[in-house]
């Protein structure tokens, strides 16, 4: 089944603990991104990467890393992570970057930070 | 000032019923238009696509954009309470305008159809 998986699903911590969320598609795209989802924010763009190696800032970057090692993985790092941090994080991919490529999501990453 | 505005709802109607949703936007370089559905606890899923201005039908649905107007619909014909989700509008420019695989999206607006 054709899918965007990430891990964990729920996540809490404190102030300052290091964390890694997981995030992995099948669909062998060329494109992966990171959002966050805040109420009456919507979701905005944390990190995106075109490809192996090639990665960006999107319009949330502070306080986030990414790295794109393999096509399939895109994890999302929060070296020191803060209260304003808790959200609800979607990884999303799809097979190009151009605008009109249909981007899948993943079923959400809900963090809180304490 | 946002770049796109959606209204956060609640919108609770009866089956059966008309929906529309809209979202308003600013920048006048977004070229595709995308209606996203979100079951609660899920990701957003793709449900309509437009490029440029028109009307797109697909089903019970269809998505009109009005960009003299920089105003975007969703019409949910025969609405069914497995309907019921949140609605988000997206929108991204042209690649020749730097436009990468960027959505920006509306709020979302919650819709519940009860029977």
């Not at chain 1, 990430?6 to 795209?29: A, D, E, F």
């Not at chain 1, 020191?80 to 941090?85: C, G, T």
């Not at chain 2, 505005?5 to 609770?12: A, C, F, I, T, V």
């Not at chain 2, 019409?75 to 695989?101: E, K, V």
Request: net charge positive; aromatic share 12%.
């Amino acid at each position: 089944e054709a899918q965007v998986t990430q891990n964990p699903r729920y996540l809490i911590t404190v102030t300052g603990k290091k964390l890694t969320v997981t995030c992995s598609q099948n669909m062998n795209h060329e494109y992966m991104s990171w959002y966050r989802q805040d109420p009456g924010l919507g979701l905005r763009q944390i990190y995106y990467s075109m490809n192996v190696e090639v990665t960006d800032k999107g319009d949330v970057p502070e306080g986030y890393k990414v790295s794109r090692k393999e096509k399939r993985n895109f994890p999302l790092i929060l070296e020191s992570p803060s209260p304003n941090q808790t959200s609800l994080y979607f990884c999303a991919s799809s097979l190009s970057g151009g605008p009109s490529y249909e981007q899948y999501f993943g079923p959400g990453t809900r963090l809180t930070v304490t | 000032q946002k770049e796109v505005e959606q209204d956060p709802g609640p919108l609770s109607v009866p089956e059966g019923a008309i929906v529309s949703l809209n979202c308003t936007y600013s920048n006048s370089a977004f070229q595709y238009f995308m209606w996203y559905r979100q079951y609660s606890r899920k990701g957003p899923e793709l449900l309509m696509y437009t490029y440029s201005s028109g009307n797109k039908e697909d089903g019970r649905f269809t998505a009109q954009v009005d960009k003299s107007s920089k105003y975007i619909s969703l019409f949910i014909r025969d609405s069914q309470p497995s309907d019921s989700a949140t609605y988000l509008c997206a929108m991204s420019r042209s690649m020749f305008s730097g436009g990468y695989n960027k959505l920006i999206f509306g709020a979302g607006t919650r819709l519940a159809v009860h029977p």
